[in-house]
């Protein structure tokens, strides 16, 4: 028994044992030959069961515990559904999660640790770099002030001293020293001296003030320097420097230090600020420099550099600061005395009418004007219309010169007619005799309106057989046009192009309405105009279309038009013939422009190219600041869009289109068309459009947009051309605006989303609802009015609310797919990706047809 119990009680607790640890070692190589031995050791771990803390409880207990665990972990894990594997499995994901989060909260604790002692480091360097400056200034000024304290205290003992030295001095040659026996001290220093010391019987006080005169003369005859004979003969080898003396000396290495900035004169000056203003023209214009001006910006909290730009308000803070007076300016007054004052009535000479030909399209307009002038016109431009305006000067037989601006009457013509108006003195509306008025004839009445100039009704193809003058007479009333005939102001005259009828008689209603108005200029002057039209023409370069208004245009003048601005190389009329000048109301083309301006913008002579240049680089800044905002709006009204097509109320799609014409007019004209005809869902945008011909850079950009390019009475060079094949950009040429327009009409109805109309097919009661493998629920119906088909829309209903609008999936009958099932049958049905359905449901069945729409 005992046996039993002590093999018991030895198999209850191991001995203690001290683990061994297994060793070796390993050669770690270096660099040179070096190596070295390094002991490893490999510690073997004892494994401990899951669930209980390692190296506790006795192997039985053990056991029994992991056996516990073990059917808790059982249990739990059909509580929840799953294996014990996964259970343990779930449990080590928590474990290493929750041992993460710690890990990452020690983290988290040792980064704040650090940089806590990196702050107090930071704040203790601060701290004594701050105790150091104020020690180190502290140290100065007492150096300062014992400096000057012993200056004075050196001239007044000097001052006191020098009278009896000198006297003590005279008695001592005078008197000889007393020998006296020498005791204690003395007697040393008495050997050393043979014997004997010479004793002064003056005071200790005295002895000590003779020392210090002594070494103060001796320091005076080494700063005395060079031995004269007024030196060697005088008296003065007691001589001090006064404290005044050390003063000057003082500030004059203080001058030199500081270079004399300190003491120099600020000279005010009046400083001329723009709206905006770099730091370092400031600085120049204050004459000033520009690290003392970032200086005080600093000072004041503002890190800038020189190039940096400030406002007008800043810059005058500024100014003040460093004492100059402000002079603010605008940059808009680069404009100011542009166009020049008015001139003297004594000035004035009569000029020739600037007459405006206007109305509806192909209402014969310029075959009017061809029979004025006894060309062909109407020949040269594509479709029989007028593509931009034209400006003709012709003389009549009586000698009397009048001047014809031709507008386009198409609806996409719009601005040109408008200009037309504007530039214009008398407005002749030209309605054919057998269309009457239409829509651009309206249009044409309202720009001469609102531009204030006297109209001539001239009613044209009288000569048709379906001319009816009189219905366009009677028409005109309705838009406040009333003729003579019936008793108005407002002249007519009918007339015929083809066979010449009334056209005396409208150049003479023209003269006798110019002298009405009394139309005079002064052709003695700078010129001014308008551009009528520009264009880039291949081997003249940007040409523009000028009326002068008033003065002299020569050659050889500086002119400024929009942002563009040039010397006048050339001067050519209408008929292609070069001029020397030209005077007031005469059409020119104009050559030598940098770019071809906008029409519609004002032509004036400047006095200097830099003069043009600034006024040029200030409306292009105003104009680059313009878009900006355009573009901000644009953003705006793209972040309503957004929201529009997330609400899914709205799909915007856009044909990009590159965009060359033959005249900046009717690029313009054109631009205007494609915004018009454009909606909210499709849009037609032009990303370039410019006047000249189609290049390689054109295709390019149309490459990188996918966009085709549009050539309206334009050409491809040959390079352009290869890359547009090689690249497949679309090229497409047009001469007449109604086709392109057409054309991109049809595209934009190809872009639209279809209409989608739904039709009603019937109704289907659920009756039964099985639960079928691998298909689902499958509703057991009746259908009770009209009919079902295969793969039609549904909406389920439940108490006539829809609670599900999808798509029918399966429609069977007796295990057979049908494709449509008739009223009074009965038949199975399935939705797709939906099972809610429920006896007593009733089922909607639609069908949804796409229409192709089409733009109006």
Same mark, same amino acid.
């Given at each position: 028994?005992?046996?039993?119990?002590?093999?018991?009680?030895s198999?209850?607790?191991k001995p203690l044992?001290?683990?061994?640890?297994?060793?070796?070692t390993?050669?770690q190589?270096? $660099?040179? %030959?070096?190596?070295?031995?390094?002991?490893?050791?490999?510690k #073997?771990?004892l494994p401990v069961?899951?669930?209980s803390?390692?190296?506790?409880?006795?192997?039985?207990?053990?056991?029994?515990?992991?056996e516990?665990?073990?059917?808790?972990?059982?249990?739990?894990?059909?509580?929840?559904?799953?294996?014990?594997d996964e259970?343990k499995?779930?449990q080590k994901v928590l474990?290493?999660?929750?041992?993460?989060e710690?890990a990452?909260?020690?983290?988290?604790?040792?980064?704040?640790?650090?940089?806590d002692r990196?702050?107090?480091?930071?704040?203790?360097?601060?701290?004594?770099s701050?105790?150091r400056?104020?020690?180190?200034?502290r140290?100065?000024?007492?150096?300062?002030a014992?400096?000057?304290?012993?200056?004075?205290?050196?001239?007044?003992t000097?001052?006191?001293a020098?009278?009896p030295?000198k006297?003590?001095?005279r008695?001592?040659?005078?008197a000889?020293?007393?020998?006296v026996?020498?005791e204690?001290?003395?007697?040393?220093?008495?050997k050393?001296?043979?014997?004997?010391?010479v004793?002064?019987?003056?005071?200790?006080?005295?002895?000590?003030r003779?020392?210090?005169?002594? $070494?103060?003369?001796?320091?005076g005859?080494?700063?005395r320097?060079?031995?004269?004979?007024?030196?060697?003969l005088g008296?003065?080898?007691d001589?001090?420097r006064s404290?005044?003396s050390v003063?000057r000396?003082?500030?004059?290495?203080?001058?030199?230090?500081?270079?004399?900035a300190?003491?120099?004169?600020?000279?005010?000056?009046e400083?001329?600020l723009?709206?905006?203003?770099?730091?370092?023209d400031l600085?120049g214009?204050?004459?000033?420099?520009?690290?003392?001006?970032?200086k005080?910006?600093f000072k004041?909290?503002?890190?800038l550099?020189?190039?940096?730009?400030?406002d007008?308000?800043?810059?005058?803070?500024?100014?003040?600061?460093?004492g100059h007076?402000?002079?603010?300016?605008?940059?808009?007054d680069?404009?100011i005395g542009?166009e020049?004052?008015?001139?003297?009535?004594?000035?004035?000479q009569p000029r020739?009418?600037?007459v405006?030909?206007m109305?509806?399209?192909?209402?014969? #307009?310029?075959?009017?004007?061809?029979?004025?002038?006894?060309?062909?016109?109407v020949?040269?431009e594509?479709?029989?219309?007028?593509q931009?305006?034209?400006a003709?000067?012709?003389?009549? =037989?009586?000698g009397?010169?009048?001047?014809?601006?031709?507008t386009?009457?198409?609806?996409?013509?719009?601005a040109?007619?408008a200009r037309?108006?504007?530039?214009t003195?008398?407005?002749?509306?030209?309605?054919a005799?057998?269309?009457?008025v239409?829509?651009?004839?309206?249009?044409?009445i309202?720009?001469? =309106?609102?531009?204030?100039?006297?109209?001539?009704v001239?009613?044209?193809?009288?000569?048709?057989?379906?001319?009816?003058?009189?219905?366009?007479?009677?028409?005109?009333?309705?838009?406040?046009?009333?003729?003579?005939s019936?008793?108005?102001?407002?002249?007519?005259?009918k007339v015929?192009?083809?066979t010449g009828?009334?056209?005396?008689?409208?150049?003479d209603?023209?003269?006798l309405?110019?002298?009405?108005?009394?139309?005079?200029?002064?052709?003695?002057?700078?010129?001014d105009?308008?551009?009528?039209? $520009? #264009?880039?023409?291949?081997?003249?370069?940007?040409v523009?279309?000028v009326?002068?208004?008033?003065g002299?245009l020569?050659?050889?003048?500086?002119?400024?038009a929009?942002?563009?601005?040039?010397?006048?190389?050339?001067?050519?009329?209408?008929?292609?013939q070069?001029l020397?000048e030209?005077?007031?109301?005469?059409?020119?083309?104009?050559?030598?422009?940098?770019?071809?301006?906008d029409?519609?913008?004002?032509?004036?002579?400047?006095?200097?190219? $830099?003069?043009?240049r600034?006024?040029?680089?200030?409306?292009?800044r105003?104009k680059?600041?313009?878009?900006?905002?355009?573009?901000a709006?644009?953003?705006?009204?793209?972040d309503q869009?957004?929201?529009?097509?997330k609400?899914?109320?709205?799909?915007?799609?856009?044909?990009?289109?590159?965009?060359k014409g033959?005249?900046?007019g009717?690029?313009e004209a054109?631009?205007m068309s494609?915004d018009?005809?454009?909606?909210?869902?499709v849009?037609? =945008?032009?990303?370039? %459009?410019?006047?000249?011909?189609?290049?390689?850079?054109?295709?390019?950009?149309?490459r990188?947009?996918n966009?085709?390019?549009?050539?309206?009475?334009?050409?491809?060079?040959?390079?352009a051309?290869?890359?547009?094949e090689?690249?497949?950009v679309?090229?497409?040429?047009?001469s007449v605006?109604?086709?392109?327009?057409?054309?991109?009409?049809a595209?934009l109805?190809?872009?639209?989303?279809?209409?989608?109309?739904e039709?009603?097919?019937g109704?289907?009661?659920i009756?039964?609802?099985?639960?079928?493998t =691998?298909?689902?629920?499958?509703?057991?119906?009746r259908?009770?009015?009209?009919?079902?088909?295969?793969?039609?829309?549904?909406?389920?209903?439940r108490?006539?609310?829809?609670i599900?609008?999808?798509?029918?999936?399966?429609l069977?009958?007796?295990?057979?797919?049908?494709?449509?099932?008739?009223?009074?049958?009965?038949c199975?049905?399935?939705f797709?990706?939906?099972?809610?359905?429920?006896?007593g449901?009733?089922?909607?069945?639609?069908?949804?047809?796409?229409i192709?729409?089409?733009?109006?």
């Amino acid at each position: 028994m005992s046996d039993s119990n002590d093999q018991g009680n030895s198999g209850g607790r191991k001995p203690l044992t001290v683990v061994r640890k297994t060793s070796g070692t390993v050669k770690q190589s270096f $660099s040179h %030959g070096r190596s070295k031995q390094v002991v490893v050791e490999t510690k #073997k771990r004892l494994p401990v069961a899951a669930g209980s803390p390692p190296g506790t409880g006795k192997p039985g207990e053990t056991s029994a515990a992991a056996e516990s665990m073990e059917a808790k972990l059982v249990a739990l894990a059909a509580k929840l559904g799953i294996t014990v594997d996964e259970l343990k499995a779930r449990q080590k994901v928590l474990e290493r999660r929750k041992s993460e989060e710690t890990a990452r909260a020690e983290d988290q604790k040792l980064e704040k640790a650090s940089q806590d002692r990196l702050r107090t480091e930071q704040e203790r360097k601060a701290q004594e770099s701050r105790e150091r400056e104020e020690a180190e200034a502290r140290r100065k000024a007492e150096e300062e002030a014992r400096k000057v304290a012993e200056v004075t205290a050196l001239t007044r003992t000097t001052e006191k001293a020098e009278q009896p030295v000198k006297g003590r001095a005279r008695a001592g040659a005078a008197a000889p020293a007393a020998i006296v026996p020498v005791e204690d001290d003395d007697a040393g220093r008495a050997k050393r001296g043979g014997g004997k010391v010479v004793k002064d019987d003056r005071g200790a006080g005295e002895r000590a003030r003779e020392a210090a005169a002594r $070494s103060r003369g001796d320091a005076g005859e080494r700063r005395r320097g060079k031995l004269t004979i007024a030196s060697a003969l005088g008296d003065d080898a007691d001589r001090q420097r006064s404290l005044a003396s050390v003063r000057r000396a003082r500030e004059r290495e203080r001058e030199r230090k500081m270079g004399g900035a300190g003491d120099r004169e600020k000279v005010s000056i009046e400083v001329t600020l723009p709206e905006t203003i770099t730091l370092q023209d400031l600085a120049g214009r204050m004459n000033e420099r520009v690290a003392d001006v970032v200086k005080f910006m600093f000072k004041q909290g503002e890190m800038l550099r020189g190039n940096d730009i400030v406002d007008a308000d800043t810059a005058e803070l500024i100014a003040s600061e460093f004492g100059h007076t402000v002079k603010r300016v605008s940059e808009a007054d680069v404009e100011i005395g542009l166009e020049g004052g008015t001139d003297d009535d004594t000035d004035l000479q009569p000029r020739a009418p600037i007459v405006t030909i206007m109305g509806h399209v192909d209402h014969g #307009k310029t075959s009017l004007l061809d029979a004025l002038r006894k060309t062909d016109v109407v020949s040269g431009e594509a479709g029989g219309i007028t593509q931009h305006i034209g400006a003709y000067q012709v003389q009549l =037989k009586s000698g009397e010169r009048i001047t014809f601006l031709d507008t386009p009457g198409h609806a996409a013509f719009t601005a040109m007619r408008a200009r037309g108006a504007n530039a214009t003195d008398i407005a002749v509306l030209v309605v054919a005799a057998n269309d009457s008025v239409m829509p651009q004839t309206i249009e044409s009445i309202n720009h001469a =309106k609102a531009a204030g100039v006297p109209i001539i009704v001239a009613v044209t193809k009288t000569d048709l057989y379906d001319a009816n003058p009189d219905k366009v007479l009677t028409d005109l009333l309705q838009h406040d046009i009333q003729v003579e005939s019936m008793g108005g102001v407002t002249m007519a005259i009918k007339v015929s192009a083809k066979t010449g009828e009334g056209l005396d008689e409208l150049t003479d209603a023209i003269s006798l309405q110019a002298e009405v108005l009394e139309l005079k200029a002064n052709p003695n002057r700078e010129a001014d105009g308008v551009v009528i039209e $520009s #264009k880039l023409d291949k081997g003249r370069g940007p040409v523009a279309t000028v009326l002068i208004k008033r003065g002299t245009l020569k050659r050889g003048d500086i002119v400024v038009a929009g942002a563009q601005w040039g010397k006048v190389r050339a001067l050519v009329d209408e008929r292609g013939q070069q001029l020397g000048e030209a005077g007031p109301s005469l059409p020119v083309e104009v050559l030598g422009m940098d770019g071809a301006p906008d029409p519609g913008e004002a032509m004036v002579v400047v006095d200097s190219e $830099s003069r043009a240049r600034e006024i040029t680089e200030y409306r292009i800044r105003t104009k680059r600041q313009i878009l900006g905002g355009a573009g901000a709006a644009a953003r705006a009204s793209l972040d309503q869009l957004l929201s529009r097509l997330k609400d899914g109320t709205i799909e915007t799609r856009e044909l990009p289109i590159v965009l060359k014409g033959d005249v900046q007019g009717s690029v313009e004209a054109i631009s205007m068309s494609l915004d018009k005809i454009s909606t909210e869902e499709v849009r037609a =945008k032009v990303i370039h %459009g410019a006047v000249g011909g189609i290049s390689e850079s054109d295709v390019l950009l149309a490459r990188s947009s996918n966009a085709p390019i549009f050539a309206f009475n334009v050409r491809a060079n040959k390079q352009a051309r290869d890359l547009a094949e090689r690249e497949g950009v679309e090229i497409r040429y047009y001469s007449v605006i109604y086709d392109l327009l057409d054309d991109v009409k049809a595209t934009l109805s190809g872009m639209l989303a279809p209409e989608k109309r739904e039709t009603f097919l019937g109704y289907a009661d659920i009756l039964e609802v099985f639960n079928i493998t =691998k298909v689902g629920k499958v509703a057991g119906c009746r259908i009770s009015e009209g009919k079902v088909m295969r793969g039609c829309g549904v909406r389920l209903l439940r108490e006539n609310v829809v609670i599900h609008e999808g798509k029918l999936k399966t429609l069977k009958r007796f295990k057979d797919e049908v494709s449509e099932v008739n009223s009074g049958m009965e038949c199975g049905m399935a939705f797709e990706r939906y099972e809610d359905i429920r006896v007593g449901d009733k089922i909607e069945c639609f069908q949804v047809e796409e229409i192709a729409r089409k733009l109006a």
